[in-house]
DNA sequence: TTATTCTGCAACTATTGTGGTAACAGTTAT
DNA sequence: ATAACTGTTACCACAATAGTTGCAGAATAA
């Protein structure tokens, strides 16, 4: 476990709605069986794309939930960022020795690094769009 | 803690060992001190480094480790790979459903993904240089 | 109105990946 | 021989993650 899988749910679950593989008006319950995991953590995730925007859902008895825009407008990056994935690395976070320089300005050299990759990585995720994601399950 | 530092250490080490800040002669234990971490983890990184030809080390009483190669001449793409460090993102494993074809065959759309990212993020770390890494620590 | 059945949310628990620690064998300079 | 380092392994503690449970709120149907 101790991995992130949200994102990679997230793609799941929306991918699910996008091609509507179970009728009109599909619960978290429903949705849980197809990624085999507990509704509770499908609503927790649903709840985050809700608040981007990505899905909308419905309360009450017939509760439900559809996507909030067509397919070819939710790029991965869209989901990427719902979800609040982890940056492509981390850097740790040891308290500075002053004797030694690198110590003190590793810090900053890294993260500069790290935003120019995230950079790149977000540009890929971008490029691909659930719609992208829909064909390629329908394909196989 | 349980976030992935390796790879962040890893630069770290180098970048260490690049600029010289400690005279010649340095010890898992110097560079210890630096990263505010035990010896331990540092050798253990190291040995990766090493098998990874980015680094050669003396064993013996006068034991020491120094770069094998020109820091120009080394990646972050290399530090990357020979850390073995995490993917951009992970997939789910869970097991198919068979009744939903979304679940037998988002693993592999996702895949597909997975690996046009990390390629993206390849490539960006390949264009930094240690060197450059060593630069940014030293004009700060 | 009442019962039902969803979502939304907030604990709490269990698992597991991570670095930290310690111990030991192997190697080399003194 | 002794000392001091690397290389490696095994084990421990911590923390982040997903799983679980319970309950309030909302909408529908009787």
């Known amino acids: 476990m101790a991995n992130n899988l949200q994102f990679s749910i997230a793609v799941h679950l929306l991918a699910g709605l996008a091609c509507g593989c179970d009728q009109k008006g599909v619960t978290s319950g429903h949705l849980a069986e197809s990624v085999n995991t507990s509704a509770s953590f499908v ?9 981007a925007g990505l899905v909308e859902t419905a ?6 939930c559809w996507l909030a825009k067509d397919a070819k407008n939710i790029s991965l990056l869209d ?43 977000a ?18």
Chains 1, 2 share one sequence.
């Open 43 to 51: 609503r927790r995730t649903l709840a985050k794309l809700s608040k």
């Open 59 to 64: 309360t009450g008895k017939a509760g439900a």
């Open 79 to 121: 989901i990427y960022q719902a979800v609040d994935a982890p940056k492509a690395f981390a850097i740790h976070g040891y308290s500075e020795q002053k004797a030694c320089f690198v110590s003190c300005h590793i810090k900053a050299a890294l993260e500069k690094a790290l935003t120019k990759t995230q950079k790149a990585m």
């Open 123 to 140: 540009a890929s995720l971008a490029e691909i769009s659930l719609a992208q994601i829909v064909s390629d399950v329908k394909k196989k």
